[in-house]
């Protein structure tokens, strides 16, 4: 079945620094990938749409210049977290959507931010 | 291996059905249990969850789940389901001690008038 790659599964930075967070789809090609984060005994909560060679849909509260989303080919996503900060610490985790099989919807394993 | 099973791929009824969707996951311990949906073409959204108190949670748009900690259960169920019902629903769990959102790999519903 297809899969989503998501990088790194675990990040640890200090303060400041900023953090690049890959999701690929192995073997389909994403028209859409979706970026998500949950907050400890929450359910995930949508950061923004990334279509392909376009620029990002952020949800109301998210800021785009913190959270910056590069959808550059078919099959990658990336979201970097600029001058991250310990409340910006939380787990991320994309979906990949394809039009090919049906609009089912693919998860990455996530990615664990703590921002010391 | 740890996992979050969804036994039913493809689920396909009559409007008007009664629908119940497995969802079953192997961690011990304390676990909160979520259920997501997505509608053709749409982001992912949040039906219903469980954190603790009744195991019987009421979500939106109809839709409830009951957690059977002895079966490491939570499944999904609607009485009655309508044609907007169409969509594919996806179990996920964090386990205990962990902010880890662990998916099963999703059950897709389809509703006929």
């Known amino acids: 079945g297809a899969v989503v790659s998501q990088h790194p599964s675990r990040v640890i930075c200090k303060s400041g620094t900023s953090v690049k967070i890959e999701c690929r789809s192995l073997?389909?090609?994403?028209?859409?990938m979706f970026w998500y984060r949950q907050f400890p005994k929450q359910s995930l909560m949508l950061m923004a749409t990334s279509n392909e060679g376009s620029k990002a849909t952020y949800e109301q509260g998210v800021e785009k210049d913190k959270f910056l989303i590069n959808h550059a080919s078919l099959t990658l996503s990336t979201l970097t977290v600029t001058s991250a900060h310990p409340e910006d610490s939380s787990f991320y985790i994309c979906?990949?959507?394809?039009?090919?099989?049906?609009?089912?919807?693919?998860f990455g394993s996530g990615t664990q931010l703590s921002v010391l | 291996a740890q996992s979050v099973s969804q036994h039913n791929h493809h689920v396909i009824l009559s409007e008007a059905a009664s629908l119940e969707l497995g969802c079953n996951y192997s961690y011990g311990g304390t676990v909160n249990l979520f259920w997501y949906v997505q509608y053709p073409g749409q982001h992912l959204q949040l039906l219903l969850k469980?954190?603790?108190?009744?195991?019987l949670v009421k979500g939106i748009k109809g839709f409830e789940a009951e957690f059977i900690k002895s079966k490491f259960s939570f499944n999904l169920r609607k009485p009655s389901v309508q044609w907007s019902d169409t969509a594919e629903y996806f179990c996920a769990v964090t386990p205990y001690n962990t902010d880890k959102l662990i998916f099963g790999t999703g059950t897709r519903l389809q509703v006929f008038p």
């Open positions: 979906s990949a959507d394809t039009r090919q099989i049906n609009e089912k919807l693919f």
């Open positions: 073997d389909f090609q994403a028209t859409t």
């Open positions: 469980y954190f603790s108190g009744d195991p």
